[in-house]
């Protein structure tokens, strides 16, 4: 955190439309302020037109490749992903050997032969020694420890991404939302500049970087491993469907940008080829946090608009069954009290459809959006408690921050900074 | 991607050389399509078959399998309004067990857990789902799927019900589900039957093989 102003970074689409290059207040609740292209008065019209195109565009690829927009929501992504992978693995741990180990039904030969057909990428079929399994358990909780934290992220975000598959592709038929949303976010947040606040990264930048060697031995680390991979047959460079590309592909080009970026920071250091990678770099953020952005709306939008078909969502009746679920109702007293009141269960059901097919609607107006944040956080909250899926919840908290406006996020960053103060530690963030 | 510009710079008023900008503009271009195809195919693969997905099914499948799928019908269209229990019963040499209700044993686990684990709330209730995907009305597999199903679901059973019975090894197993549909609410006007309704899958026989790794 700097204490100056952002640019544009409240939620991402609804930041998109703010993006003339000119600095918003921090403060969500001021007045947006005015279009930074002249007034529109009437004639002559042609010019005009064409000059504020032109300025449009100009400021677009600008704000484009400038430098990375919503660096609060993609740290607060990264940390939220990063907690509810670690939650889980840690959570799991007294299981992990019958979900993903040893013991599991889903024995080494079934999921290979699983694996055979999907083509899915998992290093924990690579040996069947228990050494390997467990530690690559081990490996996989600091790897989530190592995001969150936002420790060398360019590296700790691809050995996340490579934990997170091969966790969950070892044995996809126990995973559910929670999981699946963490999947995707895991590949998506390695292409994002999710680093630049709250993180180790930050903190040491801040104090004039340095430490360059321990990203050589990561890089040494990273290359060493992934030949390894690669002459052992388990990496390759072409994949089994369209687009035909292998994970090789993706690692060995991040791992060369890797080198790329530092020869030319030394080479360079304040020169053009330096100022073109980051530029680079920036641009692919922006695509990640539209990806970012636009699988949260697609989750919303999926599961409203299928329910609009479900004639118990039609009756109001919907919410009545999942609280009568043997599954999902840890605490059937609870789940009895509320399923029991019709009115409760009709505007909860319908509640949540509207929402839920309303979200991507609202994105235009910040305001709006801001609200029915709230609610969906709130709903997640409840489900959390009352269907029993806690690590599912916080996960679907973790996506909807992506939207969280920029001024509610400092706010919490400084909340949890003055905790952490009061426990008597260093502040993370920076 | 370590110190990018002072954060809270202005933008970069910097003006590029022709090189610079080449590499800007393409690298900017190839990302902005390659985002667009991306999301465009997620898109696809979450709509309701269309004319698009059909014509585009090789490039859809191929992108979103199998690191990209996803499934967003949560309760849609409508939740699940029914509690399948699954029950097993084993068979050695001594004679026939009694049933044993497995899913009776994740509910006891769940019930006034506020964090309950994936072995009791998912391990077993979608091993079920997988099976029934990947069976016919009369039990017999679907393709490659469903002995896969069939022996993960097995195993499963196997797991908690041990290796032996009365003494005897185990030599066969059999499961069936108990299906019962919650009942209406209470200001229903609809009323239906709550009593379960079985489904029986044949004896399937054990040997120590379908023991590896289980302990």
């Not at chain 1, 939650?87 to 799991?92: F, Q």
Request: glycine share 10%; with cysteine.
């Amino acid at each position: 955190m700097t204490g100056q102003p952002e640019t544009g970074t409240e939620g991402l689409l609804a930041g998109i439309p703010r993006q003339g290059g000119q600095p918003a207040p921090a403060d969500p609740t001021a007045v947006a302020p005015a279009p930074a292209v002249a007034p529109p008065s009437p004639p002559p019209l042609r010019p005009r037109l064409g000059a504020q195109l032109r300025d449009a565009v100009s400021a677009g690829c600008t704000a484009f490749s400038a430098r990375p927009l919503a660096r609060h929501q993609a740290a607060v992504v990264r940390i939220g992903f990063a907690l509810v992978f670690t939650l889980h693995l840690l959570r799991e741990w007294p299981h992990r050997r019958v979900l993903y180990g040893d013991r599991s039904p889903w024995s080494p030969g079934l999921v290979r032969d699983l694996l055979g057909d999907t083509h899915a990428f998992t290093v924990l079929v690579w040996r069947d020694e228990g050494w390997w399994f467990e530690g690559c358990y081990l490996l996989a909780i600091l790897a989530g420890v190592l995001l969150l934290l936002g420790w060398r992220t360019r590296f700790s975000s691809v050995f996340f991404l490579v934990a997170v598959v091969s966790v969950q592709n070892r044995n996809i038929l126990v995973g559910d939302g929670g999981d699946n949303i963490v999947h995707l976010m895991a590949i998506y947040l390695v292409f994002t500049r999710c680093a630049e606040v709250w993180s180790l990264d930050a903190r040491r930048r801040a104090r004039g970087g340095g430490g360059d060697a321990v990203g050589v031995l990561l890089w040494v680390l990273g290359g060493a491993l992934l030949t390894a991979a690669q002459l052992t047959g388990h990496l390759t460079w072409r994949g089994d469907g369209w687009p035909y590309l292998g994970w090789s592909v993706l690692f060995w080009t991040l791992w060369a940008f890797a080198a790329l970026w530092w020869l030319v920071g030394r080479r360079w250091p304040g020169g053009e080829p330096r100022a073109v990678l980051d530029a680079l770099a920036t641009m692919l953020h922006h695509c990640a946090m539209v990806v970012i952005a636009a699988q949260v709306v697609l989750v919303y939008s999926t599961a409203g608009w299928y329910k609009v078909q479900g004639s118990r969502w039609q009756d109001g009746s919907a919410l009545y069954y999942p609280l009568h679920l043997d599954y999902f109702t840890p605490w059937p007293g609870l789940s009895a009290l509320l399923g029991g009141s019709a009115v409760l269960v009709f505007v909860c059901s319908y509640g949540t459809v509207l929402v839920q097919v309303a979200f991507p609607f609202t994105l235009v107006n910040r305001r709006v959006k801001n609200v029915l944040l709230a609610v969906m956080i709130t709903e997640h909250l409840a489900i959390a408690v009352l269907l029993g899926l806690p690590i599912f919840s916080l996960a679907m908290v973790a996506a909807d921050a992506v939207f969280l406006p920029t001024g509610a996020l400092l706010w919490l960053g400084g909340r949890v900074r003055s905790v952490l103060g009061a426990a008597g530690r260093r502040p993370v963030a920076t | 991607m370590t110190d990018a510009d002072e954060p809270g710079e202005p933008a970069a008023e910097r003006a590029w050389s022709r090189p610079a900008l080449a590499v800007l503009v393409g690298g900017g271009a190839a990302l902005v399509l390659g985002t667009a195809v991306f999301l465009g195919l997620v898109f696809l693969s979450v709509a309701p078959p269309n004319s698009l997905s059909q014509r585009y099914q090789s490039q859809v499948d191929g992108l979103v399998y199998p690191e990209f799928e996803q499934n967003w019908k949560l309760f849609a269209p409508d939740p699940l309004q029914q509690n399948i229990s699954v029950e097993a019963r084993l068979r050695s040499a001594a004679g026939d067990g009694a049933w044993v209700d497995l899913t009776a044993q994740d509910i006891a686990a769940i019930r006034g857990n506020p964090i309950p684990s994936h072995v009791d709330q998912n391990l077993l209730r979608r091993a079920w789902d997988f099976y029934d995907g990947s069976h016919t009305s009369d039990e017999n597999p679907v393709g490659q799927r469903g002995g896969l199903a069939q022996e993960y679901l097995k195993r499963i059973a196997l797991q908690r019900l041990g290796r032996s019975l009365d003494g005897a090894p185990v030599t066969g197993i059999e499961l069936r589900s108990a299906t019962t549909a919650v009942a209406p609410p209470p200001w229903s006007t609809q009323q239906w039957s709550t009593a379960p309704q079985y489904r029986q899958l044949p004896w399937w026989p054990v040997s120590t093989a379908d023991y590896g790794g289980l302990s």
